[in-house]
Every structure is written in C-alpha cells, then in structure tokens.
T-cell receptor
Framework: LAKTTQPISMDSYEGQEVNITCSHN???????ITWYQQFPSQGPRFIIQ???TKVTNEVASLFIPADRKSSTLSLPRVSLSDTAVYYC????????????FGKGTHLIIQP | GAVVSQHPSWVICKSGTSVKIECRSL??????MFWYRQFPKQSLMLMAT?????????EQGVEKDKFLINHASLTLSTLTVTSAHPEDSSFYIC????????????FGPGTRLLVL
C-alpha cells in the first residue's frame, strides 16, 4: 500500500477555500485516491474519490496531477462545521482491501 | 445510499464480560466488512477483514480468539469482544463494501466501548 503524507494541521476562516495536499510518491497504477472526513466520536465519512485529473462532487473537488504522486482536496467556502480530521488514502483492489489510515490533517476553521 | 449502521453506539461493561457489536449495511449487500479500532487522538487501525460466509482475516497482533467476528449474511457482521479488559476500551468502527459500491468503503458511526 502506498504511504501518504499530509500536513498534521491547518487553520482557515469561514468562507475561504481550503486546499489540503497529500503526497503519495509510491502510488501504483491501479491505486485510487480517496478522502475521508472524521468528526470526533464518529466514523469516517466518504468525501471524494478519484484516479486522475479532476473530480468534483457537491462538497469538494479533487485534483490529481498527471504523475499522480500527489493529490489536493479542495473545500470551497468552508464553514465552522468543516472543522474535522481529513484523511487521504491510497488503495488498490477497489474497496476489497482494508485501509491504512495515516495521521490525517486536523483542519480548524475559525469565525 | 451506502449507509452502514452500528449497534450499540456505546456500551459500558465490567471486566471479564463479553460484548457484541453489530454492523449492518442498510441499503446494499456487503460482500466484505472491515473492523477498525481507534484510540483517543489516534488514527484508525484495521483489526480484521470479513467476507460473507468465510472466516475473518485478522491483522498482525490482533487476537482472533479475543475478537470474534461473524459475517453470516450480506448485511450483517458482528464483533464480539470476549473477556473484555480495560485496555480493550476503545472506539470500534466497521466499514463495508459490496456489489454496488465496489470502489470504496463506507463506515458506520462507531461504537464506544468502556470496560470498567
């Protein structure tokens, strides 16, 4: 499984766009990149998943450069409720493999 | 879609007793379910993988006789913590993947276990 590296913490303010970058230098050809959000005492919530280029859904965008060695989660116009830990994961085999969670990025949104 | 539930959401038990935690996929058939454990201020750690109708595969360091996993149907997996001790107190989270959601895992809300 490819190891991921992301900032331990980030601060931002309400209404701003937040970009969290994750590096995964050893990503394999059949690996997908998935981001999860976790609030205290809750299970992780799926945010977005991608393989290459750009993926957008109703809550976030995921940018993946051509070499796929990194990815950036973009949260538009954050609010206080976006304060959470965000995990970047890389895995192959679809959802059939157990996930290896890194430390994640603790995002703190201030008024 | 892709909703996973857990029951109970929290449980307190005495040392030496056994506790069963249920994980259900509510709107899809889960061919594979996973159990994770998370200690305070730490990340999730995979404990075991279970496929419907077969024995669970445990990660290194996880005692299979202590953490009994049963995945008897495509919508239900159970984790039983046998002879629980205070060091087993943790947040237990299950996830599931299946025919309709093959490329990712969806997580349950978690179960907080406190062993006194």
């Amino acid at each position: 499984l490819a190891k991921t590296t992301q900032p331990i913490s980030m601060d931002s303010y309400e209404g701003q766009e937040v970009n969290i970058t994750c590096s995964h230098n050893n990503i394999a050809t059949n690996d997908y990149i998935t981001w999860y959000q976790q609030f205290p005492s809750q299970g992780p919530r799926f945010i977005i998943q991608g393989y290459k280029t750009k993926v957008t859904n109703e809550v976030a965008s995921l940018f993946i450069p051509a070499d796929r060695k990194s990815s950036t989660l973009s949260l538009p116009r954050v609010s206080l409720s976006d304060t959470a830990v965000y995990y970047c994961l890389v895995s192959s085999g679809g959802g059939a493999d157990g996930l290896t969670f890194g430390k994640g990025t603790h995002l703190i949104i201030q008024p | 879609g892709a909703v996973v539930s857990q029951h109970p959401s929290w449980v307190i038990c005495k040392s030496g007793t056994s506790v069963k935690i249920e994980c259900r996929s509510l709107d899809f058939q889960a061919t594979t379910m996973f159990w994770y454990r998370q200690f305070p201020k730490q990340s999730l750690m995979l404990m075991a993988t279970s496929n419907e109708g077969s024995k669970a595969t445990y990660e290194q360091g996880v005692e299979k006789d202590k953490f009994l996993i049963n995945h008897a149907s495509l919508t239900l997996s159970t984790l039983t913590v046998t002879s629980a001790h205070p060091e087993d107190s943790s947040f237990y989270i299950c996830s599931a993947t299946g025919f309709r959601v093959q490329e990712t895992q969806y997580f349950g809300p978690g179960t907080r276990l406190l062993v006194l």
